[in-house]
């Protein structure tokens, strides 16, 4: 196992597109998270997966923003009818039980640009 | 509001300069106080996790510490393998267990 995946690892898009993002998260790992960073920002929390139950959405994922995580694997991330302020790099992250005690493992990120 | 703030905000160090970054953080009760290391272009990575005041943990040149408000990485004689951005995140008593709050991180660069 190499990690956690995120592809693609950039985006550029037209405002008012869809896009779709996707993370394979390590394999034993039951938690899967996705954050979002902009330039000189800590990540921010977006959503969290366990198994394939969605548990905690944040406020900032609007209703633009969809996830799934089918089968407790793989996860995507969708944005919808994209606005310039979407653009950021997306990380996703997964863990062994609770992150806070065992750390997150990020992928390297999807970079976001809505021209 | 749980909040996460550090500083400096960037840190220019000599190669063997000796310095620490400051975590402080605002939160009703802490469960957990976590570092991480990114790189330009990849996602952070994991150093440490601090649950009370007074712990200690240490990675080769890093040492983190804890107290009831802030938090501290000490960096012992830097080599130029340690630039990078230190992100400190927290955990709140009242958030989930998988909520954790970034900080938004000290730019350090170490010159050889």
Redesign the interface.
């Given at each position: 196992d190499t990690g956690?995946s995120q592809d693609p690892r950039h985006k550029i898009t037209k405002r008012g597109q869809n896009v779709t993002f996707r993370c394979d998260p390590i394999s034993e790992h039951n938690?899967l998270?996705w954050?979002r960073q902009t330039l000189?920002?800590?990540?921010?929390?977006l959503t969290?997966f366990?198994n394939e139950a969605q548990?905690?959405k944040s406020r900032l994922l609007s209703d633009r923003f969809s996830a799934e995580r089918p089968k407790g694997s793989f996860s995507t991330l969708e944005i919808q009818r994209t606005e310039q302020g979407d653009s950021a790099m997306y990380?996703c992250?997964s863990s062994l039980g609770?992150?806070?005690?065992y750390?997150?493992?990020?992928?390297?990120?999807t970079r976001l640009t809505v021209v | 509001e749980d909040q996460?703030t550090q500083s400096p905000e960037a840190l220019r160090l000599q190669e063997g300069e000796s310095s620490s970054l400051n975590c402080s953080y605002t939160v009703s009760g802490l469960?957990?106080l976590?570092w991480y290391r990114q790189d330009p272009?990849?996602?952070?990575?994991?150093l440490f996790?601090l649950y009370s005041a007074g712990e200690e943990k240490e990675k080769e040149r890093l040492k983190a510490t804890l107290t009831k408000k802030e938090s501290f990485l000490h960096i012992t004689a830097p080599k130029p393998e340690d630039s990078a951005t230190y992100?400190c995140?927290v955990?709140a008593e009242e958030t989930?267990?998988?909520?954790?709050?970034?900080?938004?991180?000290t730019s350090l660069s170490v010159i050889p």
């Open positions: 956690v938690r998270y954050y000189g920002q800590g990540p921010e929390f969290y366990q548990l905690e990380l992250a609770h992150g806070a005690n750390g997150y493992t990020f992928g390297s990120g | 996460v469960r957990g976590f272009g990849k996602g952070p990575e994991f996790t992100l995140a955990q989930s267990y998988d909520k954790v709050i970034f900080g938004p991180g």
